[in-house]
């Protein structure tokens, strides 16, 4: 896990638990784990980039992804190999610098194909086969941050963001 220099992530089932709800007005509302977020926007930080590629449309991941510093994000996409095909290409990277957190069938192309794939504990069989991890968490329940954090520790990164924190709290 050393050369992974991008993290794709899915939004439904994976950043969050998969519920949406819609109120009267037609709102969506989608709830985020922070502690995935932090993950998230640590291992920015650190230099590995993230992207979301999800198959719905929504202002709300938009907005979420902004607060993370996450530049890549495709939505409404229905194919995501293509897409990742694409960003790979932008970045000048390629799948073996990638890995991928998904939880649902439409993922699977994509995870049979990156460096490391992953997925939450209540990700669809066929996921589960495939993924080379399966988190402990659901999806939204922290699974994302489970999955990173391990990479952050594969690349020696981690304990460097404890310290720095530690350092903060004295």
């Known amino acids: ?3 992974i220099k991008l993290i794709v992530l899915d939004v439904d089932g994976t950043l969050t638990d998969g519920k949406i709800y819609i109120d009267s007005l037609g709102n ?9 977020g932090m993950a998230i926007a640590q291992a920015i930080k650190h230099g590995i980039d ?17 607060e993370l510093g996450i530049k890549h994000v495709y939505q409404g996409i229905h ?12 970045l000048n990277l ?12 439409n ?21 589960i086969e495939c993924s080379d991890f399966v988190s402990i968490y659901n999806g939204g329940d922290g699974a994302v941050r489970d999955i990173i954090e391990r990479i952050l520790k594969k690349q020696e990164l981690w304990n460097e ?4 924190y530690k350092g903060i709290a004295q």
């Not at 993230?50 to 902004?66: D, E, H, P």
């Open 1 to 3: 896990m050393k050369d």
């Open 28 to 36: 969506e509302i989608k709830a985020f784990n922070v502690k995935d």
């Open 50 to 66: 993230c992207a979301i590629i999800t198959g719905r449309n929504s202002k709300i991941v938009n907005k979420r992804a902004s």
């Open 79 to 90: 194919n995501k190999k293509e897409q990742l095909d694409f960003i790979l290409n932008d």
């Open 94 to 105: 390629d799948y073996s610098n990638c890995a991928y957190i998904g939880d649902d069938i």
């Open 107 to 127: 993922d699977l192309e994509v995870m049979k194909q990156v460096k490391f794939s992953a997925c939450p504990n209540d990700a669809a069989i066929e996921i």
């Open 161 to 164: 963001i404890i310290t720095k």
